[in-house]
């Protein structure tokens, strides 16, 4: 079953303000996801428009969302002084999606958007029952001694990873030992031959078709228990 086209998503009445896209399922029980960006995209990025739209034909509702340092400036990456701000738009993204579908809510998202989403939810517990972390940065390409974990031993919310056999931002045995540092059940979804976009090859951002749907299906038997 296809799921209705995306509709613009505004709620600039808040600080920091919401701005996105909804997807509204046909059919479902209320459920929905938060889904968010990398440091150099945006919410129109292949792999978060791929999942949100099979996400919504499986009966969820998905708000895919540009954090607050992307809608300050169209290009560019995050600037660290900015991270709190960038977790606060999530909270908020996760609190209105909740207003509209009060269903269990899961948040998450790519690389620095799935870090901020983990260190969100580190911070607030109540912002999601699952969390879905796709191509987590470990650590900068090189530079394995600059792990980005700290917070994970305060994580109170069950995880799943989606994660490429040829990231740079951290291998799979990298990602293993960083799992068992999380206090809560966690899980890994291992893409043979993808890179940081979760295609096929280091450099690819486009998503097999295969992809997609395996990520949808273990991410929604992860949830169901969450």
């Known amino acids: 079953m296809k799921s209705p086209a995306a509709e613009t998503f505004t709620a600039d009445s808040y600080d920091p303000p919401v ?30 428009v791929a999942l949100a739209n099979a996400f919504a034909a499986r009966g969820l509702a998905v708000l895919r969302c540009d954090l607050p340092y992307r809608q300050a400036r169209r290009t560019g990456p995050p600037h660290p002084g ?17 207003q509209l579908f009060p269903g269990r809510m899961a948040v998450g998202g790519q690389s ?7 260190m969100a939810a580190a911070e607030e517990p109540q912002m999601a029952h699952a969390l879905l972390l796709l191509s987590y940065p470990l650590h900068p ?22 994660h490429g056999s040829v990231d740079p931002f951290g291998s799979l045995s990298e990602l293993e030992a960083a799992r068992r540092l999380i206090p809560v059940r966690t899980s890994l979804v291992a893409i043979d031959g993808a890179g940081h976009g979760l295609g096929k090859g280091p450099k690819s951002s486009s998503p097999s078709t295969d992809t997609v749907a395996r990520v949808v299906d273990a991410f929604l038997a992860f949830a169901a228990d969450a």
Not at 112 to 118: E, K, L
Not at 143 to 152: A, N
Request: glycine share 14%; aromatic share 6%; hydrophobic share 35%.
């Open 112 to 118: 620095y958007g799935g870090r901020q989403a983990s």
């Open 19 to 48: 701005r996105g896209f909804l997807h509204r399922p046909l059919t479902g029980s209320g459920n929905g996801v938060v889904l968010t960006h990398g440091a150099g995209g945006n919410c129109t990025a292949p792999l978060l």
């Open 82 to 98: 900015t991270a709190a701000r960038d977790r606060a738009g999530l909270i908020r993204a996760a609190h209105l999606l909740r």
């Open 141 to 162: 390409p090189g530079r394995p001694d600059q792990l980005r974990t700290r917070h994970f031993h305060e994580l109170r919310t069950p995880a799943l990873f989606v």
